[in-house]
């Protein structure tokens, strides 16, 4: 058994006499085989102090507990209190455990302390029921200001009328269901993310209605325009290409009839080749320029019409749907 003083370890207990110490009132404890006795000592100068010590079995508590909590440790006769993370040497003995603090359920146990034996403690506290309420109203508190600050954002943008209407009717859509996916119940904030999104779509169905008659600038029938145009200028210009090259060709074909050397034959032959491909690939884009330019000047304008017409169709339905709550 070692003696230890303020927790420096001065050596086995049969040495008998410990002297230089400094003066003043200490902590002293007797540690080994199994025994553990502690108690306070006060050295003077120049005289020797006579410690009775009464060891008793003990055992080693290795705690770690939950920041903020502690736990009150009661034996047949001892009450101890213990915090954090550490070690603590008890008497042999059983002890009941009653761990709590803010934020957490109480918890209470019993443990048994062996002598000699290191027993671990390390208890999975619950929060509670009030801690547990205050994170969901922050929670809740974060989602409504989230979702406030995105229709706030969309009451402007609805009114601007140099925005993208297609990009907020899709902003809207999104914060009217997000609104509704979040699980809580936000009546002043669906009741303006509705009206939100009602706006969006008037917006929309009026962009449509402009474009249907012509005045539009989504593409629209100015688009179409400039489509077949544009369609008809590549299909001239692969006929161009399919024309030069076959003059090209002909002409080549002349140099290779009168080749000399073998080297001149295969250089004339490979360039009658590339011509060859270049009159498929200008003939081919002449001929999809000519049927594209035709389809968009007979066509074009009722495809895109009619896709409108059943884009707005879609719009008027959904409005119906949200002012009939569904």
């Known amino acids: 058994m070692n003696v230890y003083l303020d927790g420096e370890d001065l050596g086995p207990l049969s040495t008998g006499l410990f002297k230089d110490q400094q003066t003043g009132e200490h902590r002293i404890e007797l540690k080994g085989d199994g025994l553990y ?77 062996k002598r000699g ?4 403690f390390k208890p999975e506290l619950a929060f509670s029921d009030e801690y547990i309420a205050q994170i969901e109203a922050n929670k809740k508190t974060a989602v409504y200001n989230e979702l406030d600050d995105m229709i706030s954002s969309l009451e402007a943008a609805v009114k601007d009328e140099e925005g993208d209407i297609k990009t907020e009717l899709y902003s809207a859509r999104e914060c009217y269901k997000k609104i509704k996916d979040s699980g809580y119940d936000f009546p002043e904030l669906s009741g303006r993310a509705e009206i939100v999104l009602k ?37 001239a210009a692969g006929l161009a290409l399919s024309g030069v090259t076959l003059f090209m060709g002909n002409s080549e074909y002349e140099t290779y009839k009168t080749a000399v050397t073998s080297d001149a034959a ?34 074009g304008d009722s495809i895109y019409i ?17 002012e009939g709550g569904m």
């Open 306 to 322: 009619s896709r409108w017409e059943a884009e707005r169709f879609d719009l008027t339905a959904e409005k119906a749907q949200i």
């Open 199 to 235: 706006d969006a779509i008037d917006n929309r169905i009026a962009e449509l209605d402009s474009m249907i008659e012509g005045t539009g600038t989504e593409g629209g029938v100015n688009g179409i325009n400039i489509g077949k145009w544009v369609a008809f200028g590549a299909g």
């Open 117 to 120: 034996k290191t027993l671990s």
């Open 37 to 113: 006795w502690e108690g306070s000592v006060i050295i003077e100068e120049g005289k020797t102090v006579t410690v009775e010590a009464y060891p008793k079995p003990f055992g080693t508590l290795s705690f770690e507990l939950p920041k903020g909590a502690s736990a009150v440790l009661k034996g047949r006769v001892s009450k101890t209190t213990i915090r954090g993370k550490d070690e603590i040497n008890l008497s042999e003995g059983d002890y009941k455990v009653s761990v709590s603090g803010e934020n957490y359920q109480r918890f209470e146990t019993e443990i048994s302390i």
């Open 266 to 299: 295969l250089e004339s032959h490979n360039k009658l080749e590339m011509y060859t491909i270049l009159q498929i690939v200008g003939y081919s884009v002449a001929g999809a320029g000519a049927v594209t330019g035709t389809v968009l000047h007979f066509f």
